[in-house]
């Protein structure tokens, strides 16, 4: 984990952020601060504001209200400056499909005016985690899905940028492609730049060294994965059983049951006090022998953000 | 599942494009009332087979029958036995809910008196009747995902395709969709359902892993994981393709 202290200075700054699109409350007071070398995860459903965040960030939308700083430099005011030291690869990325990859690469050197001295030792440094250098004469249209997004990625890095952020970079990318990715990005962050990424999938909170849930327009929750997975506040179990719908339903109608939730094979049930052995005993009789087995479970990112949700809607 | 009638049929199923092996001799049954999880990697073949399965590509070799109906001579039927949904649903936004289910009645010669009926019945248990009027582009987007189910099913087709349903929706909706799928699958219908979250393949009652066009791993999830020595799917599927890889 990298230094995110109160005494270091926030890379990013962010106060009372809000957008309004026509009725619609797209960001709703954000406060946010992120800290230089963190991996930064936003994370929330389609709708959440996690876009909206993303392109006010990086200054391609204004905001209704609130101040955004990156580097001390003001999103409205400082543009240029803002665009020299940020990398910013969005959802849908474009790339020069007739190009080879070295040639998008160069493309993008141009643009972001990486001197020529420096720019060869750069394309190397950003073949070596992408890996990419075999197919560097091959026109980008012939790429696979995931070696595109890598080339993606590397011109987003092309300028050696201080923050990076990526909107959504692992949606509908297969789990192993998806871990590929996240070890560059962990990469990335080695070499000291910032990263701030979103993504639609709870289970990559443990990917980052701190995750801000977002529902609504709102931060629900800021912090480590560890200390929101402990935000949980009741007793679970994960429980198989015979039928999980029947058992689902049974578990509904407990006193002492705070939710109940069908998660893959199993139901994870939160008690509002802890079950103790003889309650398990009981249960197993008047569920008809429903229950194969239970375990008490840490709660996942997931269980939190269902609690959370809940209690915001 | 107990009388195990295979519902889906597929028999060293083989698909090329040009030079290309898209899908490479796979084999395998879907029972009646089974949700069989189909997952890969992006270009692993999945979408493929889904497409010869539904009728709307020509087997190169293989053969495969989808609710009893050969892929290669029955189209038609099949198109009638079938429902599929994709990640993109495919709505008209500038229609409402009920509009909509009534453009999909008439896509499948439905009668008015039928769809009416098969309406409510899916009002019911989607819990879409608040929504009857309102336009499709102003659901959120848990409703537009029932609503597009909904369409999948207005026909009552015994087999259900579902490419990635649950896209972006936020947890508390897939969970809801997956007790529909549980409950639907109760009823009878059989469950394809391809995904790239790997907590969702727990929910199936048998998944197929597929790499480069073969099939490498088929079994419960519960076997699966037992037999790789791994707590999630997601693990079982990063290590067997992996190894994959490697033994290439």
Known sequence: ?313 | MNQRKPAIVAEHLTRRFGTFLAVDRVSFRVYEGEIFGFLGANGAGKTTVIRMLCGLLAPSDGNAWTAGFNVRTQVEQIKQHIGYMSQKFSLYEDLTVRENLAFYGGLYHLRRDQIQQKKQQLFQQLELAAFETTLARDLPLGFKQRLALSCALLHDPPVLFLDEPTSGVDPRARRDFWGLIQSLARSGKTIFVTTHFMEEAEYCHRVAIMHEGKIVAMDTPETLKARSRKSSMQQVFVSLIQQQLTES
């Not at chain 1, 409350?25 to 930064?40: C, K, N, R, S, W």
């Not at chain 1, 297969?174 to 080695?190: A, C, G, T």
């Open chain 1, 1 to 313: 984990m990298m230094a995110s202290g109160e005494n270091t200075l926030p890379i990013i700054e962010i106060q009372q952020l809000k957008k309004r699109f026509g009725t619609i409350t797209a960001l709703d007071g954000i406060d946010l601060h992120i800290y230089p070398g963190e991996i930064f995860g936003l994370i929330g459903p389609d709708g959440a504001g996690k876009t909206t965040l993303i392109r006010i960030l990086c200054t391609l939308l204004l905001p209704d209200a609130g101040r955004v700083q990156l580097l001390q430099h003001d999103v409205v005011h400082d543009v240029q400056s803002i665009r020299r030291f940020l990398g910013y690869m969005p959802q849908r990325f474009s790339l020069y499909p007739d190009l080879t990859v070295e040639q998008n690469l160069n493309f993008f050197a141009d643009l972001f005016q990486v001197p020529p001295s420096i720019r060869q030792q750069r394309i190397q440094q950003l073949y070596h985690f992408s890996r990419l250098e075999p197919f560097k004469n091959r026109p980008t249209r012939a790429l696979s899905g995931g070696m595109k997004q890598k080339l993606a990625l590397s011109c987003a890095m092309i300028h050696t940028p201080k923050i990076l952020i990526l909107d959504e970079p692992t949606t509908g990318v297969d789990p192993l492609s998806r871990q590929e990715f996240w070890h560059i990005l962990h990469q990335i962050r080695e070499g000291g730049t910032t990263v701030l990424v979103s993504t639609p999938y709870m289970e990559e909170a443990d990917q980052c060294d701190r995750v801000g849930l977002m529902y609504r327009g709102k931060l629900i929750v800021v912090d480590t994965p560890q200390r929101v997975r402990q935000r949980f506040p009741y007793p679970l179990y994960r429980v198989w059983g015979q039928d999980t719908y029947a058992l689902r339903e049974f578990f509904q109608n407990l006193e002492t049951v705070h939710s109940v939730h069908l998660f893959g094979d199993a139901l994870h049930v939160a008690f509002t006090q802890p079950p103790v052995p003889s309650d398990w005993k009981h249960w197993q009789l008047t569920s008809h022998q429903q229950i194969i087995r239970w375990q008490p479970i840490e709660a996942s990112v997931e269980d939190v953000f269902l609690e959370m949700m809940e209690a915001h809607s």
